[in-house]
């Protein structure tokens, strides 16, 4: 079951500025060879279920790793029957209709 | 690792009224064998992760099964390192401080 | 328009425990005078959108007031024009599922 | 009070694509004049607490308007006291952080 997923991950108890736990997070998902992009409130993913949801439990172990006592994560996922669909399909697919 | 979740799965191209696929995704957590607890957005779940992940993935797998084409789900997820807390302990350290 | 909510505040910058900053939010909602329903990651809402929304504003405000320089919250916002509908009857419709 | 937002607007009851009503969202945040950027699962916004408020409710009523009877959104918001910070900083830090 392939999955499109965005990561929020949210390490508390750290500070305010949490840039170094969201790059590693970062490296997480570049190491389990994921297709994924970085946005300013997450991270959208796409794989195979089990290889997104491995990544996604590395992600709060090497955070906690680093030194976070807790973490809050927002995670939205999609999956699909119907048809198979990229990130970039998805985009494409509003986009063009904004330029009709 | 234990872990504190809110599931909240939205079946797509099945029309406005989803209750039955909400109550199959119950039955998955009840299977499970899963410490959950429904309110009116979602379902706080805890439990270990790879046990809370999987029941998870079951839910999608039998929403699907039972005929929706696509499903876009939100889950939270807080995980920590430097206590065990349950569902009910969050609840009553907020209700304490609302007695004083 | 009438809204139901689901609001999880996650100060930042304050250390591990939250709980009195929640428990502010849990005051404005009373002090708005707004039904709500307070679980273990987060508190259903319902009320008419402008009114809930300008409670959570004042979350953030009093959070902020409170001492916590950064705020991240998820807010899940659910309208419907086919019907009306309560956050009890949400809870019943799956219930009621349950129980044939 | 400046908001970071992350928006993602999920029209229920009007089948499996809904690029149409993701479209008409981000007409309105192009006629609130608000910077925002779409990624694949949702779209950043910036700016003015109460002008991305008005935007949000305005994309609830021109979907509804377009013929879907229910909405189900997820909506991240993020304020800080402390600094202001671009939606582009965000990415910035953590990118240089992956640099090192």
Redesign the interface.
């Known amino acids: ?1 392939k999955v ?3 990561l ?1 991950v ?1 390490p ?2 750290v ?6 736990y ?2 590693e997070c ?2 997480v998902l570049c190491e389990a060879g994921l297709t994924h ?6 991270t ?1 993913i796409e794989g195979e ?2 290889e997104v ?1 491995a990544a ?2 590395q992600c ?2 090497r955070v ?1 790793a680093l030194g976070a ?14 048809r198979s669909q990229s ?2 399909d ?2 494409d ?2 986009e ?3 330029d009709q």
Chains 1, 2, 3, 4 share one sequence.
């Open positions: 079951m499109h997923a965005d929020c949210i508390m108890g500070g305010v500025s949490v840039g170094e969201i790059a970062q490296r992009h970085m946005h300013a409130y997450g959208n279920w089990d949801m996604i439990k709060h172990e906690h006592p807790r973490i809050s994560t927002t995670l939205k996922l999609g999956t699909r029957t119907d990130l970039q998805k985009i697919s509003v063009s209709k904004l």
